[in-house]
């Protein structure tokens, strides 16, 4: 059974910083690229960052770049999205997603863990 679940998520200040967890099972999940997605209260889910299944490359929105790094391990089948800076524009549902390379269906996808920025 493929499971996705994230953790991390929780109230937080602005200028402050998360890191976010997802813990993968039920695939091989060195040959997916993983992802993270954010959807905000009354907006389109959007994608944050993407990694590549050896971890060496890495792709980044622009709302995020140079603030947030996405990393995997693995190993123990996680992927990361570590945080900093964090904005109240950044306050959404962030979701974990595991895609096959070259192949153009929605994957695997996790339940999601909230991230809140607010004084």
């Known amino acids: 059974q493929v499971q996705l679940v994230e953790s991390g998520g929780g109230l937080v200040q602005p200028g402050g910083s998360l890191r976010l967890s997802c813990s993968a099972s039920g695939f091989i999940f060195s040959n997916f690229n993983l992802k993270w997605y954010r959807r905000a209260p009354g907006q389109e889910r959007e994608w944050v960052a993407t990694v590549e299944t050896t971890g060496r490359r890495k792709n980044y929105s622009d709302s995020v770049r140079g603030r947030f790094t996405i990393s995997r391990d693995n190993d123990s089948k996680t992927v990361f999205l570590q945080m900093n800076n964090l904005k109240p524009e950044d306050t959404a549902l962030y979701y974990c997603?595991?895609?096959?390379?070259?192949?153009?269906?929605?994957?695997?996808w996790g339940q999601g863990t909230q991230v809140t920025v607010s004084s």
């Open positions: 997603n595991a895609v096959y390379p070259g192949v153009s269906s929605a994957g695997y």
